[in-house]
């Protein structure tokens, strides 16, 4: 089994990322995910698994990363600090790192009353940049929080979310400079739709000079029909989908549209390439992995560089 | 204040329904100010449990009496002379005046008339809204007097989240989101640079670490 981070490496490496997500089952058939694993072994670098995302109760994200660590990916585990307090979370740190786990995003994490379990207590014990330093500190200093030495340090190379979309608009890119003094190596933003808006945050964080402190990955997701375009702009928070987006999904034919959302796709991921401050993308195709093999070939980015794995 | 609501007058009856004669007890401090348990709320509680009782035919004595504080012992006190003639207790009091007239009278059940809610605020007639979770370590300084505990719906100190669009809160619209409140307040004192820093993970033992609280303040004891 490989023991370093492959998404480490390929950023090291200089070369342009390409992670996707993968979202567990709900249920608990691990073949599900092999077959997920399958479609994306040889088109990206590294795999997002996620935590119980839009707090709905699935196959635990640190189970499904080993899953596919054994499969032979780099996972990267999501971490929402919703669901588990500094003991739970400090704790799966170290197990992640035990299984064999390179990757961590840190994230705060869809609040408990858009899932199927509403009446949870909500933990956020710590909050997403607060658990980016624990970890930090885990890993380059070895202590815990409190202090206390731990026998032996995580190997995780770290991460944490941005929304460039997100208000206050003034307010991002010192958010964003927290996150990256608190510990984040990488940075995986919320579906980029609008470019002009993404631009001018990349631009307050080059500013800053947090381009050259951190990889930022821009994140993509396919539009499958206008309709969904629509319901994403309306009710997923945090997104930002321009009118004029949906006018061209909703100006082809039904059974083009999703040929039309990989095509705006990959003028996205054209415009992100050309963008200094931009270090790879990131392919949040949900319940659709066919589309990220198909996104990768047709953007250029294959075949995946090999980097040596330790 | 403490605010509280009123039950479903059904659960309250489903609760009242073993005793015969019932003693409905108001308080006059926050419960009244939130319009919950009052002696105006205790008056037409006790008014409509008299009336539903008797149109089920029920033969039920329901009085009732409004004291200052019900969570204060030297008013609770107060109860002494008229106890007895009852078997039950109804109390508006919030979470801790059921608790304060349950201490004080062991034989006596004590049936709770209200849901307790939070520690918050009268906006206008008939708005209250949540500002304090009681923490133990207040922090309003450095965030320019809102609280990111009681009042981000992740309780966030390095905030805002992803999801605060247009001064709103991703849970609800209705919602403003803090931490845009609080970016704006400290941009117009200029104090935005007190955002820059990382605020550490927060001592919850001060709150819960320790099982319930107390304080002994050993100058008020005689």
Partial sequence: ?310 | MITAEQKPIAEIREMLAPYKRILAVGCASCVAECAAGGQKETAMLASALRMAAKMDGKDVVIEEMTIDRQCVKEFVLLLDDVIDGYDAVLSLGCGAGVQAVADMYPEVPVIPALNTEFIGETKDQGYWTESCLGCGDCMLYYFGGICPLARCSKHLLNGPCGGSMQGRCEVNPDIPCAWQLIVDRLDKSGALERLEMIYPPKDWSLKQGKGPRKIIREDQQK
């Avoid at chain 1, 090291?12 to 608990?28: D, L, M, N, S």
């Avoid at chain 1, 941005?162 to 190596?185: C, H, M, Q, W």
């Avoid at chain 1, 006018?247 to 990959?266: F, N, S, T, Y």
């Fill in chain 1, 1 to 310: 089994m490989n023991n370093a981070s492959r998404l480490k490496g390929v950023l090291e490496a200089g070369r342009f990322a390409v992670t996707a997500e993968c979202g567990p089952p709900k249920g608990a058939n691990p073949e599900v995910l092999f077959q997920k694993a399958e479609k994306l072994k040889e088109c990206v670098d590294a795999v997002n698994v996620t935590d119980n995302q839009t707090a709905i109760v699935r196959m635990s994200s640190l189970a499904a990363c080993a899953l596919l660590k054994s499969a032979g990916l780099d996972p990267v585990l999501q971490m929402v600090v919703r669901d588990r307090n500094r003991i739970a979370l400090q704790s799966d740190i170290l197990g992640a790192s035990a299984l064999g786990i390179r990757n961590v995003l840190c994230l705060s994490g869809d609040h408990q009353c858009f899932g199927n379990q509403p009446q949870a207590a909500g933990v956020f014990d710590l909050d997403s940049i607060q658990f980016l330093e624990v970890v930090r500190n885990m890993r380059d200093r070895g202590v815990i929080l409190g202090g206390e030495t731990l026998a032996a340090p995580p190997d995780l190379f770290i991460g944490a979310a941005a929304n460039p979309f997100a208000d206050p608009v003034s307010f991002r890119a010192i958010r964003l400079g927290k996150k990256v003094r608190a510990g984040a190596e990488f940075i995986q933003t919320q579906c980029i739709y609008n470019l002009d808006r993404f631009e001018a945050w990349l631009q307050m964080a080059s500013d800053r000079g947090l381009t050259e402190k951190t990889c930022i990955l821009g994140g993509v997701t396919p539009l499958k029909s206008a309709g969904i375009a629509g319901y994403m702009k309306s009710r997923v928070s945090g997104m930002d989908i321009p009118d004029a987006l949906i006018k061209r999904m909703e100006g082809v034919p039904r059974k083009d549209q999703r040929e039309e959302g990989i095509r705006i796709c990959l003028e996205t991921i054209a415009r992100l390439k050309e963008m200094p401050g931009v270090k790879g993308v990131h392919i949040m195709a949900i319940e659709w992995e066919d589309a990220v093999a198909r996104i990768v070939e047709e953007a250029g980015l294959l075949p995946r560089p090999a980097v040596d794995e330790g």
